[in-house]
């Protein structure tokens, strides 16, 4: 190429992008209300230079989307969970505990609800360190159909004395629609789980209730899939969403999932939802879970929650990852 033809064609891409400048500020507005699929064909059917019609087809079906599906733009307005559409740092009000307000809340508890003692047992160490919630699964989404399953109800229960009997605030996993309703006497935060972060009918019907809703990131999702779940969450009218990294599935093998830590910065920056690291199920290793902590609340997690049980051997769930109330005691003294 000569110097003069390098020039020429460095003029038209300049025009071009000119041009592609024009396009985008017109399209942002009109796009949405267009056939899209018509539009492009007759713009396709119409054209006969040099670059092939397929070319000239994915190139305007680039452009439609570069304007049109921009993350956190729908439809040609924004998500509700996204902070262009609400810029304040959204507070989910426990009860007297502010999640994503000036302190982190952090959460603690057993992986799962196995007997009025066991959880009392753990609801006493937190009582002790002036902690205002506890975790405990009652109904257990578990991989292996022939592994404990949760108490169901009777943990429901469980934890709603646990709730009287030491001042807690208490959440716990649902897993079908029919949960809210059953489940909305005894808990105070409803928790969606990692293998749930995609169920849309209990995401529906948990919009439809007022209680604070921790969603928990799906096992393989993106951050735009993760945010998508909790719009369903706030469309519904439920504006009460904490979101909760839990780690992801990668090809490592020496912890359990991979802790995104860059999820904590990049949702607190798209979303204004309270962000939570489990330091827990994203490591299943209690040897690192204290560094894993601090690096989610310096990244600027709203908190972090971890299992702890009176004696992990025993634990019907979850049994190596746990931390049994002595190891509990060093982690919690070394992280506040
Ligand atoms: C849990 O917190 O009890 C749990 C099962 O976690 P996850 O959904 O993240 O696997
Ligand atoms: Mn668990």
């Known amino acids: 190429?000569?110097?003069?033809?390098?020039?020429?064609?460095?003029?038209?891409?300049?025009?071009?992008?000119?041009?592609?400048?024009?396009?985008?500020?017109?399209?942002?507005?009109?796009?949405?209300?267009?056939?899209?699929?018509?539009?492009?064909?007759?713009?396709v059917s119409n054209y006969s230079g040099m670059y092939s019609k397929d070319f000239v087809l994915k190139l305007f079906k680039a452009l439609f989307r570069e304007t049109?599906?921009?993350?956190?733009?729908?439809?040609?307005?924004?998500?509700?969970?996204?902070?262009?559409?609400?810029?304040?740092?959204?507070i989910v009000n426990v009860g007297s505990l502010e999640i994503g307000g000036s302190?982190?809340?952090?959460?603690?508890?057993?992986c799962a609800v196995e007997s009025y003692e066991q959880a009392a047992e753990v609801a006493s160490n937190l009582n002790g360190k002036g902690l205002g919630i506890i975790r405990g699964g009652a109904f257990?989404?578990?991989?292996?159909p022939y592994d404990f399953q949760g108490l169901g109800v009777e943990g429901l229960k469980i934890l709603s004395q646990i709730r009287e009997g030491y001042n807690?605030?208490?959440?716990?996993?649902?897993?079908?629609?029919?949960h809210v309703e059953l489940a909305e006497p005894y808990l105070d935060v409803f928790q969606i789980g990692a293998r749930n972060m995609q169920n849309f009918e209990l995401l529906k019907a948990a919009g439809k209730s007022r209680k604070p809703i921790l969603l928990k990131r799906g096992l393989s999702a993106t951050l735009e899939e993760f945010l998508y779940a909790a719009e369903y969450i706030l469309?519904?009218?439920?504006?009460?969403?904490?979101?909760?990294?839990?780690?992801?599935?990668?090809?490592?093998?020496?912890?359990?999932?991979?802790?995104?830590?860059?999820?904590?910065?990049?949702?607190?920056?798209?979303?204004?939802?309270?962000?939570?690291?489990?330091?827990?199920?994203?490591?299943?290793?209690?040897?690192?879970?204290?560094?894993?902590?601090?690096?989610?609340?310096?990244a600027g997690a709203d908190g972090i929650m971890a299992e702890v049980h009176p004696e992990p051997v025993m634990a019907l769930s979850d049994s190596g990852q746990q931390m049994s109330l002595d190891e509990f005691d060093k982690f919690y003294t070394n992280l506040v």
């Open 1 to 43: 190429m000569t110097d003069n033809h390098r020039d020429e064609l460095k003029e038209i891409d300049e025009k071009l992008l000119e041009l592609l400048e024009l396009r985008a500020q017109k399209a942002g507005r009109v796009e949405t209300k267009i056939d899209e699929q018509n539009y492009i064909l007759n713009i």
């Open 103 to 110: 302190e982190p809340v952090n959460i603690f508890g057993p």
């Open 235 to 298: 469309a519904e009218g439920n504006p009460n969403v904490v979101l909760c990294e839990r780690g992801i599935r990668t090809y490592e093998k020496s912890t359990r999932n991979t802790l995104d830590i860059s999820a904590v910065p990049l949702l607190k920056q798209a979303s204004h939802l309270p962000v939570m690291v489990d330091v827990t199920h994203s490591t299943g290793r209690k040897e690192i879970m204290l560094e894993c902590a601090r690096a989610a609340l310096a």
């Open 168 to 178: 807690l605030a208490v959440i716990s996993e649902i897993t079908t629609p029919g």
């Open 140 to 144: 257990k989404p578990r991989t292996s």
């Open 68 to 90: 049109t599906e921009t993350p956190g733009h729908e439809e040609g307005r924004e998500m509700l969970v996204s902070r262009k559409q609400k810029k304040s740092d959204t």
